[in-house]
């Protein structure tokens, strides 16, 4: 992927950090955006920064390019696509993990009773920013054949059209994505490019670790708080690497409109987590952890 040219919106943490250094690690050009930076922090008031992730990438063996957007402000997001249109000419991969929602909302609470600002500010976050950053970047993306544009969200589409999840409004919002990404793959289709929905299975993003007490060198030491954790959660470069074996695959357009978990494209594409397994979150969760099982990894990592 030495030649192309990536949008990951949504970099700063988690799921975004590490697709964006993944696909940095393939050699591609990586721009990273969010609204923390090393002078100014978002509402998260978190450590993590875009800069600390464009290094990453840079590290990594790509070059990484901090931008600071927020995805719901239009001209902010048009600011973006034209300095990547004015340096580089082309837009390869666009990666809409944009989401901002973990503290608006309260699990398992009825509409009427969660508070209605933070859920409609979570809707916002999770599925405007998406639509937006598409309706400026997609033309970008579409100027050669075999763009691809990777909808992140929290689910398969069979697991969440079977399963209630969280409360009303997180539910919406990952439903929302993973059919925005079906719209495009329809939108997208006639221009060559190719849309994808994707979800990360239990991420040990900077945030479940700290809420679980350890680190990624001791994450198993989460078994004593939560078991199915430290049995079956997996890193966000494993994410990361399904996307950047999407990007990396001449015939992708063969997946156009489906709905993957990373440990689904791993049997695809063969690739581990850094640790040298390969979770499968999903199927885990649907046949031990759903139906109340021990937290048992056998024959799913």
């Known amino acids: 992927m030495n030649d192309k040219v990536a949008l990951v919106a949504g970099a700063t943490r988690g799921a975004g950090r590490g697709i964006a250094v993944e696909l940095g690690a393939a050699g591609a050009t990586v721009y990273c955006t969010g609204r923390s930076t090393r002078g100014q922090r ?89 639509l937006i950053t598409s309706h400026f970047a997609l033309p970008l993306l579409i100027r050669r054949p075999g763009g691809l544009v990777v909808e992140m969200t929290d689910g398969t589409r ?25 719209a495009q793959a329809r939108e997208l289709a006639p221009h060559g490019a190719t849309a994808v929905a994707l979800t990360p299975g239990w991420l040990r993003s900077e945030m479940m670790l700290e809420a679980f007490g350890v680190t990624e060198a001791n994450w198993r030491d989460a078994a004593r708080v939560q078991p199915h954790f430290a049995a079956i959660s997996e890193s966000p470069r494993f994410v990361g690497r399904a996307v950047a074996a999407l990007a990396a695959d001449p015939e992708v357009a063969r997946h156009n409109g489906a709905s ?9 594409y063969g690739f581990t987590d850094v640790d040298g397994s390969r979770p499968d979150c999903w199927r885990y969760m649907v ?6 099982r021990p937290a048992d990894p056998t024959g799913y990592r």
């Open 42 to 130: 978002s509402e998260y008031d978190r450590p993590e920064t875009i800069e600390e992730t464009a290094e990453l990438v840079t590290a990594a063996g790509g070059t990484g390019i901090a931008v600071v957007v927020d995805h719901l402000e239009r001209e902010q997001v048009a600011a973006l696509v034209a300095g990547i249109d004015a340096d580089h000419g082309r837009l390869d991969v666009l990666v809409n993990d944009i989401w901002g929602g973990e503290k608006l909302f309260a699990w398992d609470t009825p509409l009427w009773e969660h508070d209605l600002d933070d859920g409609l500010r979570l809707l916002r976050l999770a599925i405007d920013t998406h």
């Open 158 to 182: 069979a697991y969440n059209d079977d399963n209630y999840r969280v409360n009303a409004f997180y539910d919406l919002a990952k439903a929302a994505v993973l059919r925005l990404a079906f």
């Open 260 to 268: 993957f978990s990373s440990g689904a494209l791993a049997g695809i």
């Open 287 to 292: 046949e031990v952890q759903d139906p109340g």
